[in-house]
Every structure is written in structure tokens, then in C-alpha cells.
């Protein structure tokens, strides 16, 4: 993003893209406890500038991360203690995480073990030789992109972390650890505005999705703004 601090500082409507994400979770009633992964030695700028101006409650853990995600991951989890049902991996970086897709999530993880919010492929996706030419064209009928969160019952995420570690093997998410050991996940559709925010042309798209929640928030009549993203 060509910041010096981290993209997670950068403001959106006037907060930290960080602290939008957050709010999220803290306001869902379901979410008993938020570990938040952090660059190794900020714990206190990430407790100054995210947890204390926001009242995230629930992040009682500031956890230095790895040099991979999955290593942040597995820091993460070691904080967990039991009796834990479900455990919520999510990026600090998608703050436009609705909660009805939050709650259709943890249902499904719920009643099958493993869900993974997801949205239908839109282009069309060539596959290339290693010459840069087409080698063959995939069907979109049965192509999906991966978002977070990503929810799995405690024992099964444990049992692939554990393996991906025995064995050395990175994932490209944590959903692909879980099907290491023949898992089934399943697909919870996502939202297209559940974006992560990775370049400059992100901001601009979050500003305009915050913008129009505030808007149908104001249209709706009500008098007190009770949104978790105005408060």
C-alpha cells in the first residue's frame, strides 16, 4: 500500500480499517473471545490505537505472529484454551464482514464441522502452460473464491494443524489444511462487498461501501443511528 504503518492503521469513515473489523465480532453475541495475531513487538501500539479508543472487550490476547499466515495462525490457536466449539479465523484486513453471514457461517460449522464463506467466480479463468499460453479454460459453474471467515470445530482444526506441522506443509488458507485430512468444508455464499483490502483502489471501493450503509441506514427513518459501523 506504500505505508509506513501497516494497511491495518489506514482510516475508513474516519476509524482504523483494523478497528471496523473488530466491532464486528465484539457485537456479535455469539463470540465469546477475539485473539488478535499482530506484527511481533506492537503488541502495545495494537492495544493503543485499536483495542482501548474502540472498547474491544473481547481481545483480552495481543499475539506476536509468524512469518507465514499459517504460523500467525497456529500462534493464534495455542491461545485457545478448551471447552472451545468453534474456532473463527478471519483477516484483520476484510472489515465489511456482514453478520448475517457471520451467524450463516458458524451454523454451518455447527451442524457439518467446517465452513468456508465463499463467492461464485465471475470471469472467466484460463489455466496456462508454464509458456504463458492457454492451456485450458475452467468451467465457472463449480468455481468459488475463498473469503473469511472460515470456521471449524475446535478438534478438527486442531488435528490439522497439527498435521500440516508434523509435516512441514503450508497451505494457501486454512481451509485446505482441513481437507489435508480428508475433511469435508462446507461452502457458506459470501458477499462480493466482503473485500480484502490490499491496494489503493480497495480504500476507494470500502469508502463507497461504508458510505452507502450510512445512507440506508439514515433512509431508513430511524432516529437514533444504531449501526455498529456509526456508533
Not at 471501493?205 to 461504508?210: D, K, N, S, T
Request: glycine fraction near 6%; proline fraction near 7%; hydrophobic fraction near 40%.
Amino acid at each position: 500500500m506504500g505505508k509506513e504503518k501497516g494497511k491495518l492503521f489506514l482510516p475508513l469513515q474516519g476509524r482504523p480499517l483494523l478497528a471496523w473489523t473488530l466491532l464486528v465480532f465484539e457485537s456479535f453475541r455469539e463470540i465469546e473471545e477475539i485473539i488478535v495475531v499482530v506484527p511481533p513487538g506492537e503488541e502495545d501500539e495494537y492495544q493503543k490505537n485499536f483495542l482501548l479508543p474502540y472498547n474491544i472487550s473481547k481481545a483480552k490476547k495481543l499475539i506476536p505472529g509468524g512469518p507465514q499466515r499459517q504460523d500467525s495462525l497456529w500462534n493464534g490457536f495455542q491461545e485457545i484454551y478448551p471447552p472451545c466449539k468453534l474456532v473463527v479465523v478471519h483477516d484483520g484486513a476484510r472489515p465489511f464482514l456482514e453478520e448475517e453471514i457471520l451467524k450463516n457461517a458458524l451454523e454451518a460449522a455447527e451442524s457439518s464441522g467446517a465452513a468456508v464463506v465463499a463467492i461464485p467466480v465471475k470471469d472467466t479463468i484460463k489455466v496456462e502452460d508454464g509458456t504463458g499460453m492457454v492451456r485450458q479454460t475452467l468451467s465457472r459453474n463449480n468455481l468459488w473464491l475463498a473469503q473469511t471467515p472460515q470456521v471449524y470445530q475446535y478438534p478438527i482444526l486442531k488435528k490439522a494443524l497439527e498435521k500440516a506441522k508434523d509435516e512441514d506443509f503450508y497451505g494457501t488458507d486454512d481451509s485446505s489444511l482441513v481437507e489435508r485430512i480428508g475433511f469435508p468444508i462446507k461452502i457458506v455464499p459470501g458477499s462480493y462487498e466482503n473485500i480484502k483490502v490490499t491496494t489503493p483502489e480497495d480504500l476507494i471501493f470500502g469508502e463507497a461501501i461504508l458510505q452507502r450503509r450510512l445512507n440506508k441506514t439514515l433512509n431508513s427513518g430511524a432516529n437514533k443511528i444504531e449501526s455498529r459501523y456509526w456508533l
